[in-house]
């Protein structure tokens, strides 16, 4: 459940008008309530203790340092996927001991990096990777620990963009080259093969397809004949952006748990979306609206695809609500609803937040919610067509902070030269 509500036809987040922060902050911009993503930390938290999992926050969904120093001081590691990450997660102070590295294309500089930081596990995805790692560690006269990521080849129902665990996906290792590894880990004396790591896609609704990668990884295990330290079941779990019934974190963990009984691993998760795709809001306003010779009603508004990808990218599913209720002038709440594509001010026909949205009347001004923007949506925008990225405020009950300011028309510049005689 997330903390974002109407009282009196307002919509607030926490015990804060979503208008009042727009009008303080401008638009668009992104905002999080910090209650919702705390909750949901704790949800999985909860729902695990009795095997005390290690949960890394998978940042590439948010790495907002507020949201990641919140989550590290409540006892949560971090999944990186590269150098960036790695300097954020240092730089909110996440021990060391709480990280693990995915990415199939870890560069030599990060692994060095990640060498020297010290970090629990390498997540590897290639034997020229583990051969690389090996090498870098060599160098450093360490071993480092690792776990191979396999792909257990099953279907996630989500995506295809966003399925990682098939055989024709780049992710992973297949059972064979993987038992051809451990066959002769003998050859990577700097490594210490401690363990697994799946993955196998993300906004996965339903436990199914977690418990069958789970299972046949299990299964393949137990032909290895090796002690196996950890097991990464990866990140994944759903959440609700329209009509979606996702498993809870309980029910999830209830289908989990009972595979992993007299089994003597350290369990590691890596939820991204879970913990705070519901916990954060576009905030944006209409510029114009505008009706086509089709009949076709547009919201233009000034928050755009380089802002929120998703809708374009995936044609995924992002709820718009008006954050304030029009009303009429006796005060009842307007009736009169209609039908809008609303659109952003990108010079692209795929720069859309949602089609075919049926809102009260909208007029100029008003402001809009794009809700479940708080996982992949500030994290992958761009300044495309040169717009500023946004701010980011966090609301923590009645309070707004500014997180992240709005870039400037300078930042779009920086460091950009042009050479003489051009
Ligand atoms: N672990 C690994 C190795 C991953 O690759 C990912 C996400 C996660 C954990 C976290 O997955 P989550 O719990 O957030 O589903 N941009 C897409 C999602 C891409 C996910 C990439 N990997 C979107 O906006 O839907």
């Known amino acids: 459940m997330h903390r974002f509500h109407y009282r009196n036809d307002t919509l607030y987040a926490e015990d804060v008008p979503v208008g009042e922060a727009a009008r303080r902050f401008g638009t668009p911009l992104y905002l999080y309530s910090h209650g919702t993503i705390v909750d949901h930390y704790l949800k999985i938290k909860e729902a695990f203790r009795e095997v005390e999992p290690l949960i890394c926050f998978s940042m590439k969904a948010n790495s907002s340092s507020a949201v990641l120093a919140s989550l590290v001081k409540r006892g949560a590691g971090l999944d990186i996927v590269s150098g960036g990450e790695l300097y954020r997660s240092r730089r909110v102070k996440c021990p060391a ?12 500089d990060e692994i060095d990096e990640a060498i020297r930081a010290g970090i629990l596990l390498f997540n590897v995805e ?3 990777e583990l051969r690389m790692i090996n090498r870098r560690a060599h ?24 399925t990682t665990g098939k055989s024709e996906n780049k992710f992973g290792l297949d059972f064979n080259t993987a038992r051809a590894i451990i066959r002769f880990s003998n050859r990577y004396k700097n490594v210490d093969i401690a363990g697994v790591h799946i993955h196998i896609g993300s906004q996965i609704t339903e436990a199914q397809p977690f418990v069958a990668a789970i299972r046949k990884t299990l299964r393949f295990i137990d032909t290895l004949g090796v002690v196996i330290r950890y097991f990464n079941i990866g ?9 979606e019934r996702p498993q809870g974190a309980n029910e999830f963990a209830a289908k989990v748990l009972p595979l992993f009984e007299d089994r003597d691993f350290k369990l590691i998760l890596e939820p991204g979306r879970f913990i705070v795709g519901n916990s954060g809001i576009l905030v944006t306003r209409v510029v114009y609206i505008k009706k086509s010779a089709s009949g076709k009603h547009f919201a233009i508004v000034d928050a755009g695809m380089n802002d929120l990808i998703r809708p374009s990218l995936y044609s995924a599913y992002h709820e718009i609500l008006p954050v304030d209720c029009p009303r009429q002038a006796g005060g009842a709440r307007s009736r009169r609803t209609v039908k809008y594509d609303v659109v952003g001010p990108i010079c692209e026909s795929g720069d859309f937040l949602g089609k075919d949205r ?4 909208l007029k ?13 949506g500030y994290a992958m925008s761009s300044n495309y067509n040169s717009r500023p990225r946004l701010p980011e405020v966090m609301v923590i009950k009645n309070r707004v902070h500014l997180v992240r300011p709005r870039e400037t028309y300078a930042d779009l510049v920086r460091g950009e030269k042009v050479p003489k005689g051009i």
């Open 139 to 162: 160098a450093r006269r360490k071993k480092v620990m690792v776990t191979l990521r396999l792909n257990p080849d099953v279907e996630a129902h989500t995506h295809h963009y966003i």
């Open 126 to 128: 290639s034997e020229p």
């Open 364 to 376: 100029e001004g008003d402001l809009l919610a794009v809700m479940g923007a708080g996982a992949y």
């Open 358 to 361: 049926v809102l009260p009347e």
């Open 235 to 243: 990140g994944g779990m759903g959440i609700v952006y329209d009509k």
């Open 97 to 108: 001991s709480r990280i693990v590295y995915a990415s199939v294309g870890k560069r030599e």
